[in-house]
């Protein structure tokens, strides 16, 4: 099947009802047939529902169909996109062990990184994106995982996946990319090397600014790479809280079960089975209107370089940007709906930002409607001035979602806010 075709039908087989829109499955718990079924399904010897927290028959259409998108072996869907990068960090790593993170990384994430599990004793050690040979000096017998972006958000660079999977091959350590802004439908970072792919659903996938949601999805054959690894100890050894099941013998996708069995069970941030079904309905025009969010932005982005007022635009579909021939090659259908340019100062981003009539002023990303952010006063505010210069976020930067809406208008309301 093809994108487009995955995108409408993949992961869901009709029923006795046979209902053409996927179910809304709003329950907490199922009944068990009889006691032995209870026990297998316990014990893994058959597979099936349990209990919401772990799984549930809307989510799983959603989970499957995502895994399908990414072109990777399974899903396991969250609450959020910071739920699903923790999850993602908590799943090989504990306290002594480190991780090493992109600095130009969402605002969420670096705090998550810096501070919050800094005080589980995870360490994260950070590179620029835009130069890879920071990596391998980081490296050590304790380091478990490579977390970047794919197009950073704010700053929109761009990964080069080449160099960072083969640091990360050479060491046997796990990759792991925020794929948010570029989605599936742009790029997918598991056929180009990477390891595990994580999302905040928040976005594009719904679309629309609906629900809060994210998703991870592991590659085919991650086994090959965890299994014996001393990295990742948690995969090889007994489980003590699971009869001792060791994941890398079970003949299932091991990371995305281990989130799911360990980390969905004992911290729960599960989507509700409702928020499943709007990801659902997004994703069926997903690849639509990912070409449409990218052709826009080009344009307007190509309206903003020639603007006075406009110190830079960062949009890697522009031939002037550093990562215009990464972007050609990693990202060949568009580069997304996200841009951000550059003003003289503070006050006068505030005053753009203050100013516009169709954009609105919101902290959101991959809405239908278009949205204009100032980082340094809200998603980056709790950053520090150091903090924010790695994250590549100067006080006079305007950061645009490109919804759906005519380019011309949207053009427009840039034009005055800006002045000429
Ligand atoms: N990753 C990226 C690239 C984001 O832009 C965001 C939110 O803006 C997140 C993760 C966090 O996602 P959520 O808000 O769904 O927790």
Redesign the pocket.
């Known amino acids: 099947m093809n994108e487009q075709t995955v995108a409408i039908h993949a992961g869901y087989e009709k029923d006795t009802q046979a209902t053409m829109a996927v179910p809304i499955y709003q329950t907490t718990a199922y009944q068990f047939r009889d006691t032995t079924y209870a026990g297998d399904l316990f014990e893994l010897k058959e597979l099936g529902n349990i209990y919401t927290r772990l799984m549930n028959p809307t989510t799983d259409v959603f989970e499957k169909r995502f895994a399908l998108l990414e072109e990777g072996e399974a899903g396991v869907a969250t ?7 923790f999850y993602a960090i908590a799943n090989v790593a504990e306290a002594g062990d480190n991780i090493i993170v992109a600095k130009q ?5 670096t705090t998550l990184t810096a501070h919050t599990i800094k005080r589980f004793g995870i360490e994260s050690r950070y590179f620029d994106v835009n130069n890879p040979s920071e990596i391998e000096p980081l490296i050590d017998e304790k380091t478990k995982l490579i977390l970047f ?1 794919s197009i ?3 700053s929109i660079d761009v990964a080069d996946f080449e160099q960072m999977t083969k640091i990360a091959d050479r060491h046997s350590i796990l990759t792991c990319v ?1 794929n ?2 570029a989605t599936p439908i742009l790029c997918k970072p598991l056929t180009l090397g990477c390891d595990i792919v ?6 594009y996938t719904t679309g629309q600014g609906l629900a ?3 998703m991870i999805v592991e590659r085919k054959d991650i086994k090959s790479k965890i299994k014996g690894n001393p990295r990742y100890s948690h995969f090889n050894e007994p489980d003590i809280t699971y009869h001792g099941l060791i994941y890398t013998d079970l003949e299932l996708p091991p990371f995305t079960l281990r989130v799911r069995l360990s980390l969905l069970r004992d911290l729960g941030a599960t989507p509700s089975p409702f928020n499943s079904w709007l990801y659902i309905q997004g994703l069926e025009t997903l690849p639509l209107r990912m070409v449409q969010h990218s052709k826009s932005a080009l344009e307007i982005a190509k309206f903003l370089e020639t603007h006075p007022k406009v110190k830079s635009v960062n949009y890697a579909g522009l031939k002037s940007n550093r990562n215009y021939h990464l972007a050609q090659k990693y990202f060949p259908k568009g580069q997304s709906g996200l841009l951000s340019f550059e003003l003289e100062s503070l006050e006068e981003a505030q005053r753009v930002a203050d100013s516009t009539k169709i954009f609105s002023l919101v ?4 809405d239908s409607k278009s949205i204009i952010t100032h980082p340094a006063s809200t ?1 980056h505010q709790q950053l520090s001035p150091k903090e924010l210069e790695e994250a590549g976020v100067p006080a006079g930067l305007i950061r645009l979602s490109v919804g759906l809406e005519d380019t011309q208008d949207l053009i427009a309301d840039l034009r005055e806010a800006l002045g000429e």
């Open positions: 609450a959020s996109g910071m739920s699903a990068i990384v969402y605002g969420g994430t972006e950073t958000n704010p925020d948010t802004v994580v999302h905040s659903a928040s976005k809060l949601g994210g902290v959101n990303i991959g998603t």
